[in-house]
């Protein structure tokens, strides 16, 4: 996964709808590269067909 | 400074008075403030109120119970009714909610004297920081160290010996962090004992609720109040909630406890004084016939990526509206860290929590031979408050996370003192609704060792 760009970064937080100065924009950007080894890291190794059930949906039976 | 279970017993005997012990509290409050600015609101005349109730009540023979009359506070995220809670942030500066958090009113219940709302790092995710409305909290054994967070008024009003009690909250390390730095007893008790209900959220799949005291057995008390079902908090447990005062006398005998050395010495290495604590915990606890071995669990740095994923990425979501109409009323650490949750894609959230189940099925095969766990709960002593980092969290990985991406319940206690004469801490933590076991284990250390004797000068 690729640090994001200047450019990135602006689009990213104007889809959220987000105004924040431009200094402030380049803080963030350092940050998501600081937070991209933990993004690569959830995303390896495999996760087995057990760990699953994390993301089922319960209709509220008792 | 009476410990709860001292006190509870004093005013039973009607040896002392709750209205003077809530007189005593309110002054020493308003004494320390200006310099450890634990409160965020001092309340003296509902304090009184109550604390005149409870004296009724212990006149009349009729008292609640061990909590009657004890004088605590709650962390601004905790809504009082008719209080304003702030969060300790400008987007909630005029904010009175209309009732009681659910831990709140059960406290309230047992008897308790709130004096008032405690400071915390802005919504309990956003500090220390500077240009709040109201200054963050300082560490009464050193003003110029960090408290930790985000429960930092409760850490630093129970360590300056104001309050005996108080309420915190526990999303990667809130209760526990200020507990090891202001030398305290805190615990994140199991995900769904303590409810919720009421409680500003931060990111509501790791959020705990927990209590905060001097003594590991006056955090048995103040558990004991606040654990139970709340069917408005989708995330509470409903089963029965065990006598953890009554527990503590169980002991550690025949109990199995598994290191997670890789933890604090190797993923992140701790200091000599938090080592040198870790290793005469464990040979407390081995002298008193408690079995103990090394396991090895997933990295911590596993733990803190999976966690730190969701909190980013839960708490843009609870504050997306706000971030979006009025992002400079937040402190520059909060609105950055919720900034840097409105990067993340919702692929990058799926697969922490995917990889969070992950982590919880093989933390369970590798516990399985163990009923508790010892680590650190800090690196070391506390750091200087101008030294703390806003991305700390991402540039080491914490030994509190992992406990609430599993959700076992961890508690963090003194173990001892550093090089500069500041607390370090221990962590111990038990498999799922052993709360009790934690507790008894923690109690089991501190009647063993002298360190509750020692408080901060100030």
Known sequence: MPPLSETEIAARLAAAGIALPKIEQDDLRGAYAMLLPALEMIRGPGIPPAAEPALTFAAGEK | ???????????????????????????????????????????????????????????????????????????????????????????????????????????????????????????????????????????????????????????????????????????????????????????????GLCPRTGILPLAQTLDHAGPMAWSVEDVALLLQAMAGHDPEDPGSANRPVPDFHAGLAQGVRGKRIGVIRHFHESDNPV????????????????????????ITLPSLAEYNATGWAIIYAESFAVHEAWMQAAPEKYGEYMRHRLALGSLMTSADYIQAQRRRRDLITRSIAATQGVDLLITASAMGEAPPITAVSKWASLEKPGFTMPFNVLGWP???????????????????????????SVLAAGHAFEKATAFRATRPAI
């Open chain 2, 1 to 191: 400074m009476h410990s709860i279970a001292e006190a509870s017993a004093l005013i039973a005997a009607r040896k002392i008075s709750p209205v003077e012990l809530a007189k005593t509290a309110l002054a020493r409050a308003e004494a320390l403030n200006d310099q450890i600015h634990a409160f965020i609101r001092i309340t003296p005349e509902p304090a009184l109120a109550a604390a005149q109730a409870a004296e009724a009540r212990a006149a009349s023979g009729s008292l609640r119970g061990p909590l009657d009359g004890i004088p605590i506070a709650h962390k601004d995220i905790y809504c009082t009714a008719g209080i304003p809670t702030t969060a300790h942030s400008a987007q909630l500066k005029d904010f009175v909610p209309t009732e009681d958090a659910t831990t709140v009113r059960m406290l309230a219940a047992a008897g308790v004297v709130s004096l008032g709302k405690l400071a915390t790092h802005e919504f309990a995710f956003g500090g220390p920081s500077f240009d709040l409305p109201w200054p963050p909290a300082r560490n009464p054994w050193d003003t110029t160290r960090f408290t930790a967070g985000s429960s930092s008024g409760t850490g630093a009003a129970v360590a300056a010996g104001i309050i005996m009690g108080g309420t915190g909250s526990d999303t990667g390390g809130s209760i526990r962090g200020p507990a090891a730095l202001c030398g305290i007893a805190g615990i994140k008790p199991t995900y």
């Open chain 2, 410 to 436: 961890a508690l963090s206690l003194c173990s001892g003192f550093g090089e500069a004469g500041l607390p370090v801490s221990v962590q111990i933590i038990g498999k799922p609704f052993d709360d009790a």
């Open chain 2, 271 to 294: 200091s000599p004084a938090t080592l040198a604590g870790i290793e005469n915990t464990l040979a407390v606890l081995r002298a008193q016939g408690a079995v103990i071995s090394d």
